[in-house]
């Protein structure tokens, strides 16, 4: 329970990050 | 109910549970080895002494009790600066939001908003691919329009070119020179008409 | 309001004297009585190095699990992160649970930013057809002109 608790803190933690750094590759590929 | 202090987790990289769990285990090793090493000390130093009536088992009476006692105290104890410790330092306040989540304070968005954004975005594209495509065709005509204005300038200057020709030879209008020939044709005419009959 | 590590340090340290006032020599040698009895002297000398022994196991193992998990550094940056949302009184934002709703906000920026962007370059290819526009109507003007100056030349020709 407890690696659970801290496997899913760590992803809130770090996946918006990566993300959003995909989208923004998006975003500007696209406005290129 | 277990509270898994999960934004803590977030915040820590460990839940603050584990934290304290590793703390008890740790201090209780020690609690534990060093009375293991206190009766050791005694029943060494006892070695000293072959006459004494005191037993290794009394000993180890001994340390259980006092163990018995100070476990009881360790665990009232711990309990007590885990409460402490979980409340006021482990623990993250609940108006207090980590900076990776401010996002979520300045931009709190629904669904739907959150749609119509994306929805707005495409729209968005597809009026500038519609405009880009618009601008090329646009483009493309004002190219076709050069050539079609460049072939009809060239008309109007075959037609001064013409008229300089005219001009070149002493004919300024032409109509009023092609109907002054029309009548010398025709007076022509008549003449050669007139001397034919004559000549018969 | 002391930090959070000073609050870790005392309640450790607090501890740790409760714990050495509760396991108390008297007890330790009431305990021990027969052993008491015979070496008065080498039951307090056990005794003291039971204590020191226990007190510096114990901040050993403390200072390890602040090393560990960087904890002097996390209490730190979380008493300013803390200090920062003092006049923040409600309730503030926690997963939802769902992530595909929480990473949505983090996207919103960006997007907006997109969204602007896009309103822009629209905005710029508008103006700049506006003024291409014109100039195609200018041409066709032209060119209907130059069409009627041609069908007059000719009809006078004709």
Redesign the interface.
């Given at each position: 329970f407890d690696e659970l608790i801290v496997e899913t803190a760590t992803k809130r933690k770090q996946w918006p990050k990566k993300i959003l750094m995909h989208a923004i590759q998006t975003m500007k590929a696209e406005q290129e | 109910s277990?509270n898994?202090?999960?934004?803590e987790?977030?915040?820590?990289?460990?839940?603050p549970?584990?934290?304290m769990l590793?703390?008890y285990t740790?201090?209780q090793d020690?609690?534990f080895e060093?009375?293991l090493?206190?009766e050791r000390?005694?029943l060494k130093?006892?070695d000293g002494?072959p006459g004494?009536k005191?037993s290794p088992c009394?000993?180890r009476k001994?340390?259980e009790?006092?163990l018995l006692?100070?476990k009881d105290?360790?665990d009232k104890?711990?309990s007590?600066?885990e409460e402490?410790?979980l409340q006021?330092?482990l623990n993250?306040?609940?108006?207090?939001?980590?900076?990776?989540?401010k996002?979520?304070?300045?931009?709190?968005?629904t669904?739907e908003q959150?749609q119509a954004?994306?929805e707005?975005?495409q729209q968005?594209?597809q009026?500038?691919r519609a405009?880009?495509s618009?601008?090329q065709a646009?483009?493309a005509?004002?190219e076709e329009?050069?050539a079609?204005?460049a072939e009809?300038?060239k008309?109007?200057q075959w037609?001064d070119g013409?008229d300089n020709i005219c001009r070149e030879h002493g004919t300024s209008n032409?109509?009023e020179s092609f109907a002054f020939l029309t009548q010398n044709c025709k007076k022509l005419q008549a003449v050669l008409k007139d001397v034919e009959k004559k000549s018969k | 309001a002391p930090g959070r590590a000073q609050v870790f340090a005392a309640v450790v340290d607090t501890f740790l004297e409760k714990l050495v006032t509760a396991g108390s020599y008297q007890r330790f040698a009431n305990c021990y009585r027969s052993f008491y009895k015979l070496q008065p002297e080498m039951t307090r000398s056990i005794y003291d190095q039971l204590v020191s022994q226990l007190q510096t196991s114990i901040k050993e193992e403390i200072q390890e699990v602040k090393d560990e998990g960087n904890l002097d550094m996390l209490f730190n940056s979380l008493d300013k992160i803390v200090e920062e949302a003092k006049d923040h009184k409600e309730p503030a934002w926690r997963p939802s649970g769902i992530p595909e709703e929480d990473v949505r906000s983090a996207m919103v920026p960006y997007l907006l930013k997109h969204r602007s962007y896009l309103r822009k370059v629209l905005k710029e290819k508008e103006e700049e057809n506006r003024k291409v526009a014109e100039s195609v109507l200018a041409g066709r003007e032209r060119i209907a002109e130059l069409q009627q100056l041609i069908q007059a030349r000719k009809l006078a020709w004709q």
């Amino acid at each position: 329970f407890d690696e659970l608790i801290v496997e899913t803190a760590t992803k809130r933690k770090q996946w918006p990050k990566k993300i959003l750094m995909h989208a923004i590759q998006t975003m500007k590929a696209e406005q290129e | 109910s277990v509270n898994p202090m999960a934004y803590e987790a977030q915040f820590f990289g460990f839940t603050p549970q584990t934290c304290m769990l590793r703390i008890y285990t740790a201090f209780q090793d020690y609690l534990f080895e060093m009375m293991l090493v206190v009766e050791r000390v005694i029943l060494k130093k006892l070695d000293g002494f072959p006459g004494c009536k005191i037993s290794p088992c009394q000993i180890r009476k001994s340390t259980e009790k006092f163990l018995l006692f100070m476990k009881d105290h360790f665990d009232k104890l711990f309990s007590k600066m885990e409460e402490v410790l979980l409340q006021l330092v482990l623990n993250i306040p609940e108006n207090v939001i980590l900076p990776e989540d401010k996002v979520h304070e300045q931009y709190p968005y629904t669904k739907e908003q959150f749609q119509a954004l994306q929805e707005e975005i495409q729209q968005l594209q597809q009026q500038y691919r519609a405009e880009a495509s618009a601008g090329q065709a646009l483009q493309a005509e004002l190219e076709e329009q050069k050539a079609v204005r460049a072939e009809l300038e060239k008309i109007l200057q075959w037609f001064d070119g013409l008229d300089n020709i005219c001009r070149e030879h002493g004919t300024s209008n032409f109509k009023e020179s092609f109907a002054f020939l029309t009548q010398n044709c025709k007076k022509l005419q008549a003449v050669l008409k007139d001397v034919e009959k004559k000549s018969k | 309001a002391p930090g959070r590590a000073q609050v870790f340090a005392a309640v450790v340290d607090t501890f740790l004297e409760k714990l050495v006032t509760a396991g108390s020599y008297q007890r330790f040698a009431n305990c021990y009585r027969s052993f008491y009895k015979l070496q008065p002297e080498m039951t307090r000398s056990i005794y003291d190095q039971l204590v020191s022994q226990l007190q510096t196991s114990i901040k050993e193992e403390i200072q390890e699990v602040k090393d560990e998990g960087n904890l002097d550094m996390l209490f730190n940056s979380l008493d300013k992160i803390v200090e920062e949302a003092k006049d923040h009184k409600e309730p503030a934002w926690r997963p939802s649970g769902i992530p595909e709703e929480d990473v949505r906000s983090a996207m919103v920026p960006y997007l907006l930013k997109h969204r602007s962007y896009l309103r822009k370059v629209l905005k710029e290819k508008e103006e700049e057809n506006r003024k291409v526009a014109e100039s195609v109507l200018a041409g066709r003007e032209r060119i209907a002109e130059l069409q009627q100056l041609i069908q007059a030349r000719k009809l006078a020709w004709q």
